[in-house]
């Protein structure tokens, strides 16, 4: 297991310490690793040490090579880019996703 794999397998259980269902989803080629949750509303979470693919983007991206974690909109979409040590705010927007996505079934089910 390597050094990206290692930090990927202590953040799902983080996540999954909070109940988040997270689990590793792919390893690829390109040292890039991807989690996602069972509740697919959360999107998903990319780690990798460079620019993913254009036709691909994630919501969460854990960057290697950043130095500041930083949001960015990208049409309608907000993305969010961190540093593999700013955990606290992945976590607080990691919350945040989760806790819209409940305010959103439960104004659907009351109207």
Do not use: P
């Amino acid at each position: 297991m390597n050094l990206l794999e290692s930090y990927a397998d202590k953040l799902i259980k983080r996540l999954n310490k909070r109940g988040y269902g997270a689990y590793l989803w792919h390893v690829s080629a390109t040292n890039s690793i991807y989690i996602r949750f069972e509740d697919k509303e959360m999107c998903s979470i990319r780690i990798g040490d460079h620019n993913g693919r254009e036709r691909y983007k994630y919501k969460f991206n854990i960057r290697t090579d950043i130095e500041v974690s930083y949001t960015q909109m990208d049409g309608r979409v907000l993305r969010h880019y961190y540093t593999v040590d700013d955990t606290k705010r992945l976590f607080k927007d990691v919350d945040a996703r989760k806790k819209f996505i409940e305010r959103k079934e439960h104004e659907h089910i009351n109207g």
